[in-house]
Protein backbone atom coordinates (compact mmCIF):
# COMPACT_ATOMS: atom_id res chain seq x y z
CA UNK A 1 0.00 0.00 0.00
CA UNK A 2 1.07 3.53 -1.07
CA UNK A 3 1.23 6.00 2.03
CA UNK A 4 0.22 9.51 1.20
CA UNK A 5 1.95 11.78 3.22
CA UNK A 6 -0.04 14.42 4.59
CA UNK A 7 2.03 17.31 5.43
CA UNK A 8 -1.34 19.92 6.04
CA UNK A 9 -1.48 19.69 9.74
CA UNK A 10 2.41 20.53 10.22
CA UNK A 11 3.03 23.71 12.62
CA UNK A 12 -0.86 23.97 12.61
CA UNK A 13 -1.28 24.41 16.90
CA UNK A 14 -4.99 23.92 16.50
CA UNK A 15 -4.85 20.28 15.57
CA UNK A 16 -5.28 17.93 18.15
CA UNK A 17 -3.49 15.39 16.50
CA UNK A 18 -0.22 14.38 16.14
CA UNK A 19 1.54 11.87 14.64
CA UNK A 20 5.76 10.45 15.06
CA UNK A 21 7.27 8.97 12.59
CA UNK A 22 10.74 8.62 11.22
CA UNK A 23 12.23 7.14 14.26
CA UNK A 24 14.81 4.93 14.04
CA UNK A 25 13.53 3.02 17.04
CA UNK A 26 10.41 3.41 19.32
CA UNK A 27 10.86 1.74 23.17
CA UNK A 28 7.27 1.57 23.74
CA UNK A 29 7.77 -0.20 27.17
CA UNK A 30 4.21 -1.13 26.75
CA UNK A 31 2.93 -4.60 28.74
CA UNK A 32 3.14 -3.14 32.60
CA UNK A 33 5.62 -3.29 35.37
CA UNK A 34 8.92 -4.78 34.61
CA UNK A 35 10.79 -6.96 37.09
CA UNK A 36 13.29 -9.67 36.53
CA UNK A 37 14.44 -10.64 33.19
CA UNK A 38 11.63 -8.62 32.00
CA UNK A 39 13.44 -5.51 33.29
CA UNK A 40 15.47 -5.58 30.17
CA UNK A 41 12.66 -5.75 27.73
CA UNK A 42 11.96 -1.76 25.84
CA UNK A 43 9.51 -3.68 23.76
CA UNK A 44 10.61 -1.67 21.28
CA UNK A 45 9.62 -0.93 16.89
CA UNK A 46 12.86 -0.91 15.06
CA UNK A 47 12.38 0.74 11.96
CA UNK A 48 15.76 -1.20 10.54
CA UNK A 49 14.00 -4.42 11.45
CA UNK A 50 11.21 -3.15 9.67
CA UNK A 51 12.47 -2.22 6.16
CA UNK A 52 13.78 0.97 7.14
CA UNK A 53 12.55 4.68 8.27
CA UNK A 54 10.83 4.90 4.49
CA UNK A 55 9.06 1.82 4.74
CA UNK A 56 5.26 1.97 5.43
CA UNK A 57 6.25 -0.27 8.25
CA UNK A 58 8.79 1.32 10.06
CA UNK A 59 6.92 2.53 13.84
CA UNK A 60 4.91 6.12 14.20
CA UNK A 61 3.30 6.93 17.32
CA UNK A 62 -0.29 8.62 16.67
CA UNK A 63 -2.00 10.92 19.96
CA UNK A 64 -5.09 12.59 19.72
CA UNK A 65 -6.25 15.08 22.33
CA UNK A 66 -3.44 14.04 24.83
CA UNK A 67 -3.95 10.82 24.24
CA UNK A 68 -1.91 8.16 22.78
CA UNK A 69 -4.34 6.49 19.85
CA UNK A 70 -1.66 4.70 17.94
CA UNK A 71 1.59 2.77 17.84
CA UNK A 72 2.93 0.47 15.49
CA UNK A 73 3.64 0.16 11.81
CA UNK A 74 2.79 3.21 9.94
CA UNK A 75 0.50 2.15 7.45
CA UNK A 76 -1.57 -0.30 9.83
CA UNK A 77 -1.81 2.99 12.13
CA UNK A 78 -3.13 5.28 9.74
CA UNK A 79 -5.19 2.43 8.67
CA UNK A 80 -6.52 1.97 11.95
CA UNK A 81 -6.84 5.57 12.49
CA UNK A 82 -9.70 6.22 9.37
CA UNK A 83 -11.08 3.08 10.22
CA UNK A 84 -11.64 4.45 13.63
CA UNK A 85 -13.28 8.01 11.79
CA UNK A 86 -10.04 9.80 12.68
CA UNK A 87 -8.90 12.36 9.74
CA UNK A 88 -5.55 11.82 8.77
CA UNK A 89 -5.10 15.88 7.77
CA UNK A 90 -6.08 16.78 10.90
CA UNK A 91 -2.78 15.36 12.14
CA UNK A 92 0.35 17.40 12.40
CA UNK A 93 3.48 15.61 11.60
CA UNK A 94 6.81 15.16 13.96
CA UNK A 95 9.83 13.74 12.12
CA UNK A 96 12.13 12.57 14.91
CA UNK A 97 14.98 12.28 11.88
CA UNK A 98 16.44 9.00 12.53
CA UNK A 99 16.43 9.42 16.65
CA UNK A 100 14.98 7.41 19.40
CA UNK A 101 11.60 7.76 20.99
CA UNK A 102 10.37 6.86 24.66
CA UNK A 103 7.93 7.73 26.74
CA UNK A 104 8.41 10.84 28.95
CA UNK A 105 10.32 10.11 31.52
CA UNK A 106 8.98 10.40 35.24
CA UNK A 107 11.75 11.58 37.98
CA UNK A 108 9.98 9.19 41.29
CA UNK A 109 12.05 10.58 43.75
CA UNK A 110 13.20 14.72 44.43
CA UNK A 111 12.90 16.95 46.96
CA UNK A 112 11.78 19.46 44.60
CA UNK A 113 10.89 22.69 46.77
CA UNK A 114 13.50 24.46 49.12
CA UNK A 115 15.19 27.19 49.56
CA UNK A 116 18.86 28.16 49.89
CA UNK A 117 21.73 26.06 48.53
CA UNK A 118 24.55 24.07 50.55
CA UNK A 119 27.52 24.16 47.76
CA UNK A 120 30.05 24.15 51.30
CA UNK A 121 28.84 20.50 52.05
CA UNK A 122 30.66 19.78 49.01
CA UNK A 123 33.66 21.08 50.64
CA UNK A 124 33.22 19.42 54.19
CA UNK A 125 33.00 16.32 52.43
CA UNK A 126 36.16 15.94 50.65
CA UNK A 127 37.35 16.60 53.94
CA UNK A 128 36.32 14.01 55.08
CA UNK A 129 33.20 15.23 56.55
CA UNK A 130 30.04 12.85 56.47
CA UNK A 131 26.04 13.15 56.11
CA UNK A 132 25.29 12.40 59.91
CA UNK A 133 28.24 14.91 60.70
CA UNK A 134 27.08 17.15 58.79
CA UNK A 135 23.43 16.70 60.02
CA UNK A 136 24.67 17.10 64.19
CA UNK A 137 26.96 20.35 63.05
CA UNK A 138 23.09 22.15 62.54
CA UNK A 139 24.04 21.49 58.84
CA UNK A 140 22.22 19.68 56.04
CA UNK A 141 18.71 19.18 55.96
CA UNK A 142 18.42 21.86 58.80
CA UNK A 143 19.79 24.64 57.61
CA UNK A 144 17.37 24.11 54.24
CA UNK A 145 14.63 23.75 56.65
CA UNK A 146 15.78 27.30 58.43
CA UNK A 147 15.59 28.48 54.63
CA UNK A 148 12.21 27.24 53.77
CA UNK A 149 10.66 28.46 56.45
CA UNK A 150 11.09 31.90 55.56
CA UNK A 151 10.47 31.25 51.97
CA UNK A 152 7.63 32.62 50.44
CA UNK A 153 4.96 30.83 48.24
CA UNK A 154 6.29 32.73 45.72
CA UNK A 155 9.75 32.36 46.22
CA UNK A 156 8.83 28.38 46.81
CA UNK A 157 6.67 28.42 42.94
CA UNK A 158 9.27 30.23 41.27
CA UNK A 159 12.39 28.32 42.66
CA UNK A 160 9.82 25.16 41.17
CA UNK A 161 9.20 26.55 38.49
CA UNK A 162 13.06 27.00 37.91
CA UNK A 163 13.63 23.40 37.66
CA UNK A 164 10.83 21.62 36.33
CA UNK A 165 11.72 23.75 33.57
CA UNK A 166 15.47 21.81 33.62
CA UNK A 167 13.95 18.56 33.91
CA UNK A 168 11.41 18.96 31.20
CA UNK A 169 14.71 20.06 29.25
CA UNK A 170 16.55 16.84 30.24
CA UNK A 171 12.70 14.77 28.85
CA UNK A 172 11.11 14.16 32.28
CA UNK A 173 6.99 14.48 31.76
CA UNK A 174 6.09 13.40 35.36
CA UNK A 175 7.65 14.32 38.46
CA UNK A 176 7.21 13.24 42.24
CA UNK A 177 8.41 15.95 45.00
CA UNK A 178 7.82 15.72 48.29
CA UNK A 179 7.53 18.42 50.94
CA UNK A 180 9.73 18.00 54.13
CA UNK A 181 12.16 21.12 54.44
CA UNK A 182 9.24 22.74 56.71
CA UNK A 183 9.20 19.94 59.64
CA UNK A 184 5.64 22.10 61.13
CA UNK A 185 2.36 21.69 59.75
CA UNK A 186 1.96 25.79 58.06
CA UNK A 187 5.37 25.49 56.43
CA UNK A 188 4.48 21.21 55.05
CA UNK A 189 1.37 22.96 53.49
CA UNK A 190 2.89 25.72 51.95
CA UNK A 191 5.14 22.95 50.50
CA UNK A 192 2.81 20.66 49.25
CA UNK A 193 0.19 23.30 48.19
CA UNK A 194 2.70 24.74 45.89
CA UNK A 195 3.27 21.46 44.28
CA UNK A 196 0.06 20.73 44.01
CA UNK A 197 0.05 24.72 41.85
CA UNK A 198 2.91 23.58 40.03
CA UNK A 199 1.33 20.78 38.59
CA UNK A 200 -2.18 22.44 37.77
CA UNK A 201 -0.20 24.99 36.21
CA UNK A 202 1.56 22.65 34.16
CA UNK A 203 3.37 21.42 31.97
CA UNK A 204 4.47 18.62 34.01
CA UNK A 205 2.56 16.16 36.19
CA UNK A 206 3.77 17.08 39.73
CA UNK A 207 3.19 14.05 42.14
CA UNK A 208 3.11 15.52 46.20
CA UNK A 209 4.51 13.51 48.82
CA UNK A 210 4.39 14.84 52.62
CA UNK A 211 7.73 14.45 54.41
CA UNK A 212 7.27 15.41 56.84
CA UNK A 213 9.31 12.32 58.61
CA UNK A 214 12.61 14.14 56.73
CA UNK A 215 14.90 14.93 60.07
CA UNK A 216 13.93 16.00 63.77
CA UNK A 217 13.77 20.09 63.72
CA UNK A 218 15.28 22.07 65.73
CA UNK A 219 12.86 22.91 67.97
CA UNK A 220 12.23 19.12 69.20
CA UNK A 221 16.15 18.59 69.08
CA UNK A 222 16.64 20.69 72.10
CA UNK A 223 14.21 18.17 74.66
CA UNK A 224 15.59 15.07 75.52
CA UNK A 225 12.29 12.82 74.12
CA UNK A 226 12.74 15.40 71.10
CA UNK A 227 12.47 12.62 68.33
CA UNK A 228 9.66 10.47 70.30
CA UNK A 229 8.03 14.10 70.74
CA UNK A 230 8.13 15.09 67.37
CA UNK A 231 7.10 11.37 66.52
CA UNK A 232 3.73 12.13 68.64
CA UNK A 233 3.76 15.52 66.85
CA UNK A 234 3.53 14.17 63.11
CA UNK A 235 0.39 11.80 64.04
CA UNK A 236 -1.41 13.80 66.16
CA UNK A 237 -0.72 17.43 64.03
CA UNK A 238 1.16 17.69 61.34
CA UNK A 239 -1.01 14.39 59.38
CA UNK A 240 -4.36 15.36 59.72
CA UNK A 241 -3.43 19.00 58.78
CA UNK A 242 -1.89 17.47 56.03
CA UNK A 243 -4.73 14.75 55.39
CA UNK A 244 -7.24 17.87 55.56
CA UNK A 245 -5.45 19.40 52.72
CA UNK A 246 -5.92 16.75 50.37
CA UNK A 247 -2.48 17.41 48.77
CA UNK A 248 -0.32 14.24 48.72
CA UNK A 249 -0.93 11.54 47.35
CA UNK A 250 1.80 9.53 49.72
CA UNK A 251 3.59 9.39 52.97
CA UNK A 252 7.35 9.01 53.03
CA UNK A 253 9.46 8.63 55.87
CA UNK A 254 13.67 8.58 56.63
CA UNK A 255 13.90 5.40 58.59
CA UNK A 256 17.73 5.43 59.29
CA UNK A 257 20.38 4.86 61.95
CA UNK A 258 20.49 7.96 63.70
CA UNK A 259 17.07 9.43 62.14
CA UNK A 260 13.79 7.48 62.38
CA UNK A 261 13.69 3.85 63.93
CA UNK A 262 11.37 1.44 61.78
CA UNK A 263 8.95 1.14 65.31
CA UNK A 264 8.81 4.84 64.50
CA UNK A 265 8.22 5.22 61.11
CA UNK A 266 5.60 2.25 60.84
CA UNK A 267 3.61 4.76 63.48
CA UNK A 268 3.56 7.72 61.16
CA UNK A 269 2.78 5.26 58.02
CA UNK A 270 0.16 3.16 59.68
CA UNK A 271 -1.28 6.56 60.56
CA UNK A 272 -0.86 8.46 56.92
CA UNK A 273 -2.28 4.53 55.31
CA UNK A 274 -6.00 5.18 57.44
CA UNK A 275 -5.96 8.50 55.88
CA UNK A 276 -6.21 6.38 52.49
CA UNK A 277 -2.29 7.95 51.48
CA UNK A 278 0.24 5.27 49.19
CA UNK A 279 3.59 4.75 51.67
CA UNK A 280 6.60 5.49 50.45
CA UNK A 281 9.81 4.97 52.74
CA UNK A 282 13.42 6.48 52.46
CA UNK A 283 14.96 3.11 53.44
CA UNK A 284 18.72 2.04 54.09
CA UNK A 285 20.30 4.87 52.81
CA UNK A 286 23.36 4.68 54.67
CA UNK A 287 23.22 1.42 56.80
CA UNK A 288 20.95 -1.60 57.03
CA UNK A 289 18.22 -0.06 59.54
CA UNK A 290 15.73 -2.34 58.80
CA UNK A 291 13.71 0.33 56.20
CA UNK A 292 13.37 -2.25 53.62
CA UNK A 293 11.90 -4.78 55.91
CA UNK A 294 9.35 -1.92 57.14
CA UNK A 295 8.54 -1.02 53.20
CA UNK A 296 7.56 -5.40 52.69
CA UNK A 297 5.65 -5.52 55.87
CA UNK A 298 3.86 -2.41 54.91
CA UNK A 299 3.24 -3.08 51.45
CA UNK A 300 5.25 0.54 50.29
CA UNK A 301 5.00 1.38 46.98
CA UNK A 302 8.24 2.62 46.48
CA UNK A 303 11.35 1.96 49.36
CA UNK A 304 14.03 4.37 47.55
CA UNK A 305 17.89 4.49 48.43
CA UNK A 306 18.56 0.99 49.42
CA UNK A 307 22.19 2.09 49.25
CA UNK A 308 22.98 -0.71 52.09
CA UNK A 309 20.11 -2.99 52.82
CA UNK A 310 20.03 -5.64 55.15
CA UNK A 311 20.31 -9.37 53.67
CA UNK A 312 16.52 -9.80 55.46
CA UNK A 313 15.58 -6.35 53.89
CA UNK A 314 16.72 -7.94 50.25
CA UNK A 315 14.70 -11.59 50.91
CA UNK A 316 11.67 -9.07 51.92
CA UNK A 317 11.52 -7.05 49.29
CA UNK A 318 12.39 -10.54 47.21
CA UNK A 319 9.21 -12.08 48.73
CA UNK A 320 7.06 -8.94 48.01
CA UNK A 321 8.03 -8.75 44.32
CA UNK A 322 5.62 -11.46 42.96
CA UNK A 323 2.78 -9.76 44.01
CA UNK A 324 0.44 -7.71 42.18
CA UNK A 325 1.25 -4.61 43.86
CA UNK A 326 5.08 -5.20 44.49
CA UNK A 327 7.48 -2.71 46.35
CA UNK A 328 9.48 -1.17 43.73
CA UNK A 329 12.90 -0.31 44.51
CA UNK A 330 14.07 2.60 43.77
CA UNK A 331 17.90 3.81 43.42
CA UNK A 332 19.24 6.91 43.25
CA UNK A 333 22.93 6.67 42.36
CA UNK A 334 23.50 10.12 41.93
CA UNK A 335 23.29 10.56 45.25
CA UNK A 336 25.80 8.20 46.45
CA UNK A 337 27.66 9.62 43.40
CA UNK A 338 27.55 12.98 44.75
CA UNK A 339 28.36 11.35 48.44
CA UNK A 340 31.63 9.87 47.64
CA UNK A 341 30.22 6.53 47.94
CA UNK A 342 32.26 3.97 46.10
CA UNK A 343 30.10 1.24 46.16
CA UNK A 344 26.36 2.00 44.78
CA UNK A 345 22.82 0.21 45.83
CA UNK A 346 22.72 -3.46 45.28
CA UNK A 347 20.88 -2.87 41.64
CA UNK A 348 21.92 -6.42 39.94
CA UNK A 349 20.84 -8.25 43.46
CA UNK A 350 17.19 -6.30 43.32
CA UNK A 351 16.56 -7.58 39.28
CA UNK A 352 17.80 -11.23 40.07
CA UNK A 353 15.34 -11.50 42.90
CA UNK A 354 12.62 -9.68 40.51
CA UNK A 355 12.04 -6.73 42.29
CA UNK A 356 11.06 -4.04 40.36
CA UNK A 357 13.78 -1.19 39.93
CA UNK A 358 13.42 2.11 39.56
CA UNK A 359 15.54 5.27 39.15
CA UNK A 360 15.54 8.76 40.64
CA UNK A 361 17.42 11.90 40.83
CA UNK A 362 16.83 12.29 44.41
CA UNK A 363 17.26 16.28 43.10
CA UNK A 364 17.85 18.32 46.54
CA UNK A 365 19.96 20.79 47.54
CA UNK A 366 22.55 18.63 50.12
CA UNK A 367 23.24 15.49 48.32
CA UNK A 368 21.97 15.38 44.81
CA UNK A 369 21.74 18.38 43.07
CA UNK A 370 21.13 17.66 40.00
CA UNK A 371 17.67 17.53 38.13
CA UNK A 372 19.38 15.13 35.37
CA UNK A 373 17.62 11.47 35.00
CA UNK A 374 19.06 11.05 31.84
CA UNK A 375 22.07 11.85 33.75
CA UNK A 376 21.15 8.93 36.28
CA UNK A 377 20.54 6.56 33.37
CA UNK A 378 24.22 6.73 32.70
CA UNK A 379 25.14 6.73 36.38
CA UNK A 380 23.02 3.63 36.58
CA UNK A 381 24.82 1.71 33.87
CA UNK A 382 27.93 2.73 34.42
CA UNK A 383 28.03 2.27 38.56
CA UNK A 384 25.77 -0.54 38.70
CA UNK A 385 25.93 -2.20 35.54
CA UNK A 386 22.12 -1.96 34.37
CA UNK A 387 21.59 -2.40 30.97
CA UNK A 388 20.58 0.80 28.88
CA UNK A 389 16.87 -0.98 28.21
CA UNK A 390 16.77 -1.78 31.99
CA UNK A 391 18.25 1.64 32.90
CA UNK A 392 15.24 2.93 30.45
CA UNK A 393 12.28 0.74 32.09
CA UNK A 394 13.53 2.17 35.66
CA UNK A 395 13.08 5.76 34.36
CA UNK A 396 9.57 5.36 32.70
CA UNK A 397 6.72 1.94 33.26
CA UNK A 398 8.56 1.17 36.53
CA UNK A 399 9.00 4.78 37.85
CA UNK A 400 5.58 5.85 36.69
CA UNK A 401 3.98 2.56 38.97
CA UNK A 402 6.23 3.80 41.36
CA UNK A 403 4.69 7.36 41.72
CA UNK A 404 0.89 5.02 41.76
CA UNK A 405 0.77 6.73 37.87
CA UNK A 406 1.45 2.82 36.01
CA UNK A 407 -1.82 3.17 34.84
CA UNK A 408 -1.61 6.88 33.39
CA UNK A 409 1.97 7.26 31.76
CA UNK A 410 5.50 5.34 31.73
CA UNK A 411 5.09 3.54 27.92
CA UNK A 412 3.49 4.26 24.84
CA UNK A 413 0.34 2.49 24.64
CA UNK A 414 -3.50 3.42 23.19
CA UNK A 415 -5.65 4.90 26.27
CA UNK A 416 -2.39 6.24 27.76
CA UNK A 417 -1.26 10.09 28.06
CA UNK A 418 0.43 11.49 25.06
CA UNK A 419 4.24 12.12 27.05
CA UNK A 420 6.86 11.04 25.09
CA UNK A 421 10.67 12.28 24.03
CA UNK A 422 12.35 12.63 20.76
CA UNK A 423 15.71 11.86 21.21
CA UNK A 424 19.21 13.05 19.70
CA UNK A 425 20.35 9.51 19.91
CA UNK A 426 19.63 6.62 17.54
CA UNK A 427 19.11 3.85 20.18
CA UNK A 428 18.55 2.92 23.65
CA UNK A 429 22.17 2.40 23.81
CA UNK A 430 23.07 5.73 22.85
CA UNK A 431 21.21 7.53 25.78
CA UNK A 432 23.77 6.33 28.91
CA UNK A 433 26.60 6.56 26.13
CA UNK A 434 26.22 10.04 25.69
CA UNK A 435 26.59 10.68 29.68
CA UNK A 436 25.93 14.13 30.17
CA UNK A 437 25.13 15.35 26.70
CA UNK A 438 21.81 17.60 26.10
CA UNK A 439 20.06 14.56 24.01
CA UNK A 440 16.17 15.80 24.49
CA UNK A 441 15.23 16.78 20.87
CA UNK A 442 11.35 17.31 21.28
CA UNK A 443 9.31 16.89 24.83
CA UNK A 444 5.84 16.35 24.21
CA UNK A 445 3.51 16.23 27.33
CA UNK A 446 -0.41 15.49 26.70
CA UNK A 447 0.32 15.77 22.73
CA UNK A 448 1.83 19.23 23.01
CA UNK A 449 5.41 20.27 22.09
CA UNK A 450 6.59 21.67 25.36
CA UNK A 451 10.25 21.90 24.58
CA UNK A 452 12.87 21.94 21.76
CA UNK A 453 16.27 21.64 22.07
CA UNK A 454 17.94 25.15 21.56
CA UNK A 455 14.20 26.37 21.30
ZN1 LIG B 1 15.14 11.66 49.21
Redesign the pocket.
Known amino acids: MTLRLIEGGRGSSDAPGLLVHGAAQVATMAGGIRRGADQGDAAVLDAAAAGGMASPDAPVVACWDGRVVGVGPRDEVERGLEASGFSLSRFARIDADGGLVTPGLVDP?T?LLFAGTREGELVLRQQGAGYLDILAAGGGILSTVAATRAASEEQLAAHGRRWLDEMCAHGVTTVEA?SGYGLDLATELRLLEVAFQLGREGPLDVVPTWLGMHAVPAEFRARPDGSDAYVRHLVDEQLPGVAAQGRARSADAFCEQGVFTPDQCRRVLDAAAGYGMAIRI?ADELAPSGGAELAAELGARSA?HLHSPSEAGIAALAAAAASDSPVVATLLPATSWYLMEHEPAPARRFIDAGVPVALGT?F?PGTSPTPSLPLVVSLACIGMRLSPAEALAAVTINAAQAVGMGEEVGSLEPGKAADLVIWRAASIEQLPYWAGADLAEVVIKRGRVVHRRGG
Do not use: F, I, P, W
Open positions: HHKHDDN
